[in-house]
């Protein structure tokens, strides 16, 4: 299948192909703003919908239907090309959104978030998947300066938006508002966005797909519910683990016989694609370590307010659009391998700050740690992906790309139950009393929070040493080395 992109050389949002640019940014945030606009509005949420004790589904509800599909709309948009199936993401993320605005309860609220994180499994990647397509590796370097404006601007309007919608009393709009951003993502990608697709015959692999589905659903259940919903040594948790690990065999069996697998076995058999899927992993365990647990910790022992402690972790997600938009001119001059491993450094230097200092906390040195770890996380996570995309041909990117994000969301859902289960056996044995992140309002003992928190920070870092390790096995790379041809057509 091949797809081919008028040659052109002007990269911004008034070039040729400056609208296919801004469609992807908007389509960017309809994600990216999403992740953070929710969480300010929980407890006016709670006040209306009730079911406090169900509130924490409504982002592990989202995670799981984002993970879960993520793979299979990679693999379908290398069949049929990126355009549809974004298009049918930003669908499903809209109707996620209208229902979830109308929605009566908390049940039928978290039913239709998973409505909205199915429709991000296409979102996410498709988007990142036809940068790639329409831009070279030197072009990306300026591109990626425009993508990361996103980000950063998304994490100051996401959270004022929610807050102040959650002050009016109208957090249904806090869904609502998606509606004409989801119609003129997609009008412009209909638009501007153009593929030549070479259309043949497919097989599609239905067996893989749904034992994908039910392994990944099941074992991330398992992993994002174990010690909150139930003990870890529980019926549920076995059946969860168990079920999940005999499907996720008879699925790899199922995929060596598959004439088109959803997870073809060459995605981990190459070594370049191998190390940055390792290190996505990595990336997500640091990023949740810090994101769950810098707040709880600045509240709980020193008693900030929850946009004091925000603020803090903002950092973070400040930093790492700055670095991603920079992160081009490094890996153009120095190549990706040593610009990967620059950011580790940063990323080491970060989480070392934190886990050394966790024992007396402070808003400003968490907040220079997050900034600096939002750095190095910058220099990791997009070179590296970029470099993976780069390596394959057109019918390749998508499983490479949403394979890359994919492996992000699992270090998420794996770091976040390992952290919480050290974390509250810590601060139990601390004296504390109760669960940690049981919900806004709950009370958090100063004292025994802060051993609590260097336990995660302290995890925090081994991970990002142990990534440091993943990120030394890449291939060395020859700086400026010439990209293949993108791979898409510009509308008119």
């Excluded at 989202?62 to 990679?74: E, I, M, N």
């Excluded at 470099?387 to 490479?400: I, K």
């Excluded at 040493?465 to 400026?480: E, Q």
Aim: glycine share 12%.
């Amino acid at each position: 299948m091949v797809a081919r992109m008028t040659s052109t050389t002007a990269v911004g949002l008034r070039s040729e192909r400056g609208p296919i640019l801004l469609a992807i940014m908007v389509t960017t945030g309809l994600v990216a703003i999403d992740a953070t606009i929710l969480a300010t509005a929980v407890p006016t949420l709670v006040a209306e919908l009730g079911s406090f004790e169900l509130f924490p589904w409504l982002f592990s509800i989202y995670l799981l239907a984002q993970a879960v599909s993520t793979p299979l709309f990679a693999k379908f948009s290398d069949m049929i090309g990126r355009k549809p199936i974004i298009l049918i993401g930003i669908g499903l993320f809209l109707l996620g959104s209208i229902l979830c605005g109308l929605a009566w309860s908390m049940p039928a609220l978290i039913a239709f978030r998973a409505v909205q994180g199915i429709g991000a499994g296409a979102i996410g990647p498709m988007a990142i998947t036809i940068a790639g397509d329409i831009y070279t590796v030197e072009e990306r370097a300026k591109v990626q300066g425009y993508i990361a404006s996103v980000w950063a601007a998304s994490a100051v309007i996401g959270p004022t938006l929610g807050g102040l919608f959650a002050e009016l009393d109208a957090w249904r709009w806090i869904f609502f508002i998606n509606i004409p951003l989801c119609v003129l993502a997609a009008w412009m990608l209909i638009r501007s966005l153009h593929e030549t697709v070479e259309h043949r015959p497919h097989r599609v692999d239905v067996l893989g797909a749904l034992l994908l589905t039910g392994s990944l659903g099941l074992l991330l259940v398992g992993v994002l519910q174990g010690g909150v919903s139930w003990a870890w040594a529980s019926w549920q948790s076995a059946v969860a683990f168990g079920v999940g690990a005999v499907l996720l065999v008879a699925f790899v069996a199922a995929e060596r016989r598959a004439a088109e697998p959803i997870l073809p076995g060459w995605v981990f058999s190459r070594r370049l694609l191998l190390a940055t899927t390792l290190v996505s992993v990595g990336v997500g365990a640091i990023l949740i370590g810090l994101a769950s647990y810098v707040p709880v910790a600045l509240e709980g022992a020193l008693g900030v307010s929850p946009l004091v402690a925000g603020l803090a972790l903002a950092a973070l997600t400040i930093g790492w659009p700055i670095s991603a938009a920079l992160s081009g001119r490094l890996y153009l001059r120095l190549g990706f391998r040593i610009t990967v491993l620059i950011g580790m450094v940063l990323v080491l230097a970060g989480t070392g700050l934190l886990a050394a200092f966790a024992a007396t906390p402070s808003v400003a040195l968490s907040a220079v740690a997050c900034f600096v770890t939002g750095l190095g996380l910058g220099l990791v996570a997009t070179p590296s992906l970029i470099a993976a995309q780069a390596s394959v041909e057109w019918n390749e990117r998508g499983v490479v790309t949403g394979t890359n994000l994919f492996a992000r969301a699992v270090g998420q859902a794996v770091a976040v139950a390992i952290f919480g289960a050290v974390a509250n056996t810590i601060y139990r044995a601390a004296g504390g009393g109760g669960v940690l992140g049981e919900g806004a309002g709950a009370v958090v003992d100063p004292i025994a929070i802060v051993p609590a928190s260097q336990a995660v920070f302290v995890g925090a870092l081994l991970c990002a040493i142990v990534t440091a390790a993943l990120a030394t096995t890449m291939p060395r790379d020859r700086p400026g080395a010439p990209a293949a041809a993108p791979a898409a057509t510009m509308g008119e």
